[in-house]
C-alpha cells in the first residue's frame, strides 16, 4: 500500500473511531437517565412560601434556599401564574380543585357544556407546572420523562381534589421553625440542653400530642448539632434517656 492509502486508512479507522466513542457516549447517557428515580426526587423536595414574590425551596438533607419568582421563570409576582401558584402555598394543606369541567343542562348528560372556570383554572396550574418544571431541570439537573405531570389526584380528598406531589410547607410551620430557630440559637449549651430535656419529655408522655413539641424538638437537636458540633451518639442519647 502506498503512502498515501495508507495514512487515508489510518484516518478513516481514527474517525471510525471517534463516532464509536461518541455513539457510546450518547448510549451510556440515555442508559444514566432512567437510573434517577426523579418522580422520588420530586416527591422528596420541600417548597414553602415565604412572601407574595418568593419561595423557600429544600432538598433532603440540605438548607432551604430562598428563591424569587423571576429565578423560578415567572414574569414577575403580579404573573397569574405566579399568583395562582402562591394562592396554593398559603392554603393550609396545598391542595386545589378546578371546579366542574362540565355543566349538565336539566341533567341531561347528553348535553355537557365546559365550564370557562376550569379551564381558566386548569391553564395556570399547567402554566406554573411547566415553569416549575424547567426550574428543576435547569437547578438540579433533573429530566423528566414526556408528559411527567407535576401535580396529582388527592385519593382520599373531596372529589377534584389535587394537590404537587412535592410536599408543601404550611406557612405557619414555617414560621414557627424560623422563631424557634432564633430562639434556639441565643442559648447557651447547658440552656438547650434543658429545653430538648423539656420538648423530648412532653413528646414521650404523649407521642400524639402533634402540635409544635416534635417540629421544635426536631430543631432544637439541629441547632445544637450546629451551633455545638454534638456527635450522633450524642444526640441519640439525649433523646432516648
Given at each position: 500500500m502506498n503512502p498515501i492509502m495508507q495514512h487515508q486508512a489510518l484516518f478513516n479507522q481514527f474517525v471510525d473511531f471517534i463516532l464509536q466513542k461518541n455513539v457510546l457516549s450518547v448510549g451510556e447517557i440515555q442508559k444514566s437517565e432512567p437510573m434517577i428515580n426523579v418522580d422520588q426526587e420530586v416527591r422528596s423536595l420541600e417548597i414553602s412560601y415565604e412572601n407574595d414574590s418568593s419561595v423557600s425551596v429544600k432538598l433532603p438533607g440540605k438548607q432551604s434556599v430562598p428563591y424569587d419568582c423571576r429565578h423560578l421563570g415567572f414574569r414577575d409576582s403580579r404573573a397569574k401564574a405566579w399568583r395562582y401558584f402562591i394562592d396554593i402555598l398559603s392554603n393550609d394543606g396545598g391542595s386545589f380543585n378546578f371546579g366542574p369541567a362540565y355543566e349538565y343542562p336539566e341533567g341531561d348528560r347528553l348535553k355537557r357544556i365546559k365550564v370557562k372556570h376550569?379551564?381558566?383554572?386548569?391553564?395556570?396550574?399547567?402554566?406554573?407546572?411547566?415553569?416549575?418544571?424547567?426550574?428543576?431541570?435547569?437547578?438540579?439537573?433533573?429530566?423528566?420523562?414526556?408528559?411527567?405531570?407535576?401535580?396529582?389526584?388527592?385519593?382520599?380528598?373531596?372529589?377534584?381534589?389535587?394537590?404537587?406531589?412535592?410536599?408543601?410547607?404550611?406557612?405557619?410551620?414555617?414560621?414557627?421553625?424560623?422563631?424557634?430557630?432564633?430562639?434556639?440559637?441565643?442559648?447557651?449549651?447547658?440552656?438547650?440542653?434543658?429545653?430538648?430535656?423539656?420538648?423530648n419529655n412532653e413528646f414521650s408522655i404523649?407521642?400524639?400530642?402533634?402540635?409544635?413539641?416534635p417540629s421544635r424538638l426536631v430543631l432544637a437537636i439541629k441547632t445544637g448539632q450546629k451551633k455545638y458540633g454534638w456527635s450522633d451518639n450524642h444526640m441519640r442519647a439525649m433523646v432516648t434517656g
Open positions: 376550569y379551564d381558566a383554572q386548569w391553564k395556570l396550574c399547567d402554566e406554573a407546572s411547566k415553569r416549575l418544571l424547567s426550574f428543576f431541570e435547569k437547578e438540579f439537573g433533573w429530566v423528566f420523562p414526556k408528559g411527567y405531570k407535576l401535580y396529582e389526584k388527592v385519593t382520599t380528598g373531596s372529589e377534584g381534589d389535587r394537590k404537587f406531589k412535592f410536599k408543601v410547607v404550611s406557612p405557619y410551620f414555617s414560621n414557627i421553625n424560623k422563631e424557634a430557630e432564633a430562639d434556639f440559637s441565643e442559648l447557651d449549651e447547658i440552656a438547650l440542653i434543658s429545653e430538648i430535656n423539656g420538648l404523649n407521642p400524639e400530642c402533634g402540635g409544635e413539641a
